[in-house]
């Protein structure tokens, strides 16, 4: 679902490619909880 | 937090720059283990995992861009710190604890322990935790601090 976040966020498209990308880059995993308005 | 903090140049740059975002949305049935695994009830809520999928600082509800950029170092030096990147988790903590904003006591309490875990020396630590009850003496955070012995 697409969100006003979405205009300033590059939100990974799933889980399991945002983890690869963690490990990949040496970051962290910033998780996003939300819900529809 | 879509209108006011993400939008805020600062917050969305220090995303990009230390984080790799994914939005679990609840109207996505993908995200609802997450939602389980991480015990959020509340939305919106932030996270923060290590390498492994292993969350290891949740912040519920809404932040202005102030207190939500203390929030992004603080969730990021929890998980360097899981991980013995004590020295790296101080730095983030030094940054966040000088801002006079809601989110100081607790990164001034956070950086107290990343300072401890970094050398076992508590002789920092209580430093830091008198600075905390002098400037925030009425905060949560303040009262989980005990005076130095002796």
């Known amino acids: 679902m697409t969100d006003l976040s979405d205009k300033y966020i590059q939100w990974e498209p799933s889980y399991e490619t945002a983890l690869q990308r963690v490990r990949a880059e040496k970051k962290e995993l910033f998780v996003y909880f939300t819900k529809p308005n | ?150």
């Open chain 2, 1 to 150: 937090m879509d209108t006011v903090t993400y939008s805020h140049p600062q917050v969305s740059q220090y995303i990009a720059n230390h984080f790799i975002p994914y939005k679990a949305d609840m109207a996505e049935r993908d995200a609802w283990p997450h939602f389980r695994a991480n015990h959020v009830i509340w939305t919106p809520s932030v996270g923060f995992a290590d390498r492994n999928g292993s969350m290891h600082y949740v912040a519920p509800g809404y932040s202005p861009p102030p207190e939500f950029l203390a929030t992004l170092k603080i969730g990021r030096a929890r998980c360097l710190m899981a991980w013995t990147r004590n020295a790296e988790a101080a730095k983030l903590l030094e940054e966040a604890a000088p801002e006079d904003n809601a989110m100081a006591a607790e990164a001034l309490f956070w950086l107290s322990t990343a300072y401890f875990f970094e050398r076992r020396d508590s002789t920092r630590m209580y430093e830091v935790w008198e600075e905390l009850v002098r400037r925030y003496p009425d905060s949560p955070w303040a009262k989980r601090t005990y005076p130095k012995p002796g």
